[in-house]
Each structure stands twice: as structure tokens, then as C-alpha cells.
């Protein structure tokens, strides 16, 4: 039950996240993705994943995949943010707005 409820956070809030996108700037767009990808998807989906190992093989792996899954996602989802926040915009004669 606990892997369902994961999941459907981490699928919920990459929906949220997508129809929030849509019409952005692509600075918007990395903004966005950032941080959904650090709230919603890593804590979430590396719980799903490694409690899910945990229980296909029987072993206490589960709890060590999670801890390395989560940073390995949300530093993605730091890159992704701080990518958005610092990136510069351009007009139409590729000049820097």
C-alpha cells in the first residue's frame, strides 16, 4: 500500500508539474521541473524503488538504495532549478534581454 501511495505522488505531481509547463518559457520549464523533481518525484520514487527491492529480494539493500537514489535525483532536480533560475533570456536578435 505504501509503494502505491509513492507512486501516485510522484505520477500526481509529474502531472501537476507538466500541465503547469505548458505555454512556459523554457526558463519556466527547468523552474517547474526542478522543483517538482526535489519535492514530488526523488523522496517519493526512491521510496517506492527501494522499498520494492526490499521486498523482492528480502534483504535490508532496500533502506541503502533509497539513500543513495534520493541525492542522485535531487541534486538532478538542483541542477535543473538553478539551470533555470540562471539562465538568460534572449530576444529575437539573440541579444540578452
Known amino acids: 500500500?505504501?509503494?502505491a501511495v509513492a507512486?501516485?505522488?510522484?505520477?500526481l505531481g509529474s502531472i501537476v508539474a507538466h500541465h503547469l509547463c505548458k505555454g512556459?518559457?523554457?526558463?519556466r520549464k527547468l523552474i517547474i521541473w526542478g522543483i517538482t523533481t526535489?519535492?514530488?518525484?526523488?523522496?517519493?520514487?526512491?521510496f517506492a524503488?527501494?522499498?520494492t527491492?526490499?521486498?523482492?529480494?528480502?534483504?535490508g539493500w532496500g533502506i541503502i538504495?533509497?539513500?543513495?537514489?534520493?541525492p542522485i535525483?535531487?541534486?538532478?532536480g538542483l541542477v535543473m532549478l538553478i539551470l533555470g533560475i540562471f539562465k538568460v533570456k534572449r530576444g529575437e536578435a539573440g541579444e540578452a534581454i
Open 49 to 51: 524503488i527501494g522499498l
Open 24 to 27: 512556459k518559457s523554457k526558463k
Open 7 to 11: 507512486l501516485l505522488i510522484s505520477i
Open 38 to 46: 526535489m519535492v514530488a518525484i526523488a523522496p517519493f520514487s526512491s
Open 1 to 3: 500500500m505504501a509503494i
Open 73 to 76: 535525483i535531487f541534486i538532478t
Open 53 to 59: 527491492y526490499a521486498l523482492i529480494v528480502r534483504s
Open 65 to 70: 538504495i533509497m539513500w543513495y537514489l534520493f
